[in-house]
């Protein structure tokens, strides 16, 4: 048996309706225990302003078109995910050692391999004061596959 890890998992789907967040124990092999997991809704405004730019997103290229307005809501998405971990740490009562955070998926397109997240992890991470593992799909999709390399994992 290796370290114990307590981690916070902070996933945004496709559907744009939130955040789901759960907490677990695990050394990564054999023990696993759940703390704690918790949806958060996003609001009206962020949900339309999601849906306003991924609109705009057809291509790689209106990623660099539309930076400006993207890096915005990217600001705004990384606030939201900082509120959650410090509702959900205050609900938890639990010390995390670190956070795995995916972003709103914004664009994806395999084929072009090209996955992109809004979300700042660096920001986040400072503004937590907390280590964020990120960009969970850059691997997966070089090696061929759809960019989701934790599903296998859950299903097993």
């Known amino acids: 048996m290796g370290n114990i890890y307590t981690t916070m998992g902070l996933m945004s789907g496709t559907s744009l309706d939130g955040v ?8 990564g092999q054999r023990e696993y225990s759940s703390i704690l997991n918790k949806y958060y809704k996003y609001g009206d ?10 609109e705009k997103i057809s291509s790689p290229e209106d990623l660099i078109r ?3 307005e993207l890096n915005a809501l990217e600001r705004d998405i990384t606030l ?5 971990v410090n509702k959900t740490l205050k609900i938890s009562k639990t010390t995390v050692d670190l956070i795995g955070f995916h972003g709103q998926t914004i664009y994806h397109n395999p084929e072009r391999k090209v996955s992109i997240q809004l979300g700042d992890p660096k920001k986040l991470s400072k503004m937590l004061n907390k280590n964020v593992i990120f960009d969970f ?3 997966d999709i070089s090696m061929g596959g ?8 859950y299903h097993k």
Not at 45 to 54: E, T
Not at 146 to 153: K, T, V
């Open 20 to 27: 789901d967040v759960s907490i677990i124990r695990s050394d």
């Open 45 to 54: 405004v962020l949900i339309q302003k999601i849906l306003k730019i991924r």
């Open 66 to 68: 539309y930076s400006s």
């Open 80 to 84: 939201f995910h900082s509120e959650v």
């Open 137 to 139: 799909r850059s691997n």
């Open 146 to 153: 759809q960019g989701a390399p934790l599903a296998p994992i």
